[in-house]
């Protein structure tokens, strides 16, 4: 079956900086449109950043924007999250969102990211 695995989230001081990894597996090839969200205490998931075909177009947040960027190696099935300047409104868990159609998604299990000092 199709997995998504993050890993990277953790505890990082105001300023700070992380990066997520989601790896990809089970799609076997097909194309897809990657994502990311995240979901805060008490709040709804959001949409944070997102990357797809053709030439790898990226579209944020703009809570984010200037701040995170969204990449993918297709060769290694990864998808990142590089998150820069992190704030502590941008703690939550952050998931990964693949999209092979609109009726063919799938998510990780999701991964903790705490910005305090």
């Known amino acids: 079956q199709v997995q998504l695995v993050e890993s990277g989230g953790g505890l990082v001081q105001p300023g700070g900086s992380l990066r997520l990894s989601c790896v990809v597996s089970?799609?076997?090839?097909?194309?897809?449109?990657a994502a990311w969200y995240r979901q805060a205490p008490e709040k709804e998931r959001e949409f944070v950043a997102s990357?797809?075909?053709?030439?790898?177009?990226?579209n944020y947040a703009g809570s984010v924007k200037g701040r995170f960027t969204i990449s993918r190696d297709n060769a290694e099935n990864t998808v990142y999250l590089q998150m820069n300047s992190l704030k502590p409104e941008d703690t939550a868990v952050y998931y990964c969102?693949?999209?092979?159609?609109?009726?063919?998604?799938?998510w990780g299990q999701g991964t903790q990211v705490t910005v305090s000092s």
């Open positions: 969102n693949g999209q092979v159609s609109r009726a063919d998604d799938y």
């Open positions: 990357v797809f075909n053709p030439n790898d177009r990226t």
């Open positions: 089970g799609l076997n090839g097909r194309s897809y449109a």
